[in-house]
């Protein structure tokens, strides 16, 4: 059986915790890109519907800050991933 | 859903209940005397409120634009509250005197006091559904 030394191991668990880290923050740019599109439809929705115009800002603000929590999850993880590894 | 037209109204209202909400971890942490959570729960809070505010101005200007660049603009935005949301907890993590898990929660709390807001709504809307089948 292959044995390790103690600072081998720690830098495997350290690099591990570090690409764990980047792959959790690949995580933030799916509600970039999703926002996006809503803004895109919501610009044509004004355009179609103008007197909407309040209600369309309403709803598109209220799933913007829904959405952008899953962004502030995958930061938390990866800042422990950073931090403890 | 209350001033469903008006979004500046819609805005403040959920402020105001946010931090009438915020108020209980506050006075909590203060009464244990836990400084650095109430530090962290507060730095969280203010940066999650003007982020919430600067978002509606932000969707305000992009509805006057095309549809191809207000979708730009708008990705490009959340990019850049992602970073400063990452500055924010890297600043708690790296501070002792901030405690990193309250911050996180301080910038959820504006999410959370919307889906509370949305969770009371629908619940209102079903029970008045089943009162109304009862008539």
Redesign the interface.
């Known amino acids: 059986m292959v044995s390790f030394s103690p600072e081998v191991v720690d830098s495997i668990i350290r690099t591990a915790s570090l690409i764990g880290a980047g792959l959790a923050v690949i995580a ?1 740019i799916g ?3 999703g ?6 439809a ?3 929705a ?1 355009r179609r519907q103008p007197e909407a ?6 709803t ?3 799933g ?3 959405s ?2 899953t ?2 999850y995958s ?2 993880i990866a ?1 422990f991933l950073i ?1 403890s590894g | 859903m209350k001033y469903i037209d008006e979004p500046a109204k819609l805005q403040q209202e959920i402020l105001k209940k946010t931090y009438s909400l915020a108020l209980i971890p506050l006075i909590y942490s203060l009464i244990r005397g836990e400084f650095a959570t109430l530090l962290g729960f507060i730095f969280g809070l203010l940066i999650a409120t003007l982020i919430f505010r600067l978002r509606l101005i932000q969707i305000e200007r992009a509805l006057d634009m095309q549809e191809k660049k207000a979708s730009t603009f708008i990705r490009n935005r959340y990019f850049i509250e992602y970073i400063i949301y990452f500055v924010v907890l890297f600043v708690a993590r790296k501070n002792p005197s901030v405690n990193f898990l309250a911050a996180a929660v301080g910038l959820f709390f504006v999410k959370l006091t919307v889906i509370g807001l949305v969770m009371i709504d629908i619940i209102k809307g079903s029970l008045e559904k089943k009162l109304e089948s009862y008539r």
Do not use: K
Request: charged letters at 5%.
């Open positions: 933030g509600p970039g890109i926002m996006g599109y809503a803004a895109g919501a610009t044509e004004v115009r309040g209600a369309i800002i309403t598109m603000l209220l913007q800050v829904i952008g929590s962004g502030i930061l938390v800042i931090f």
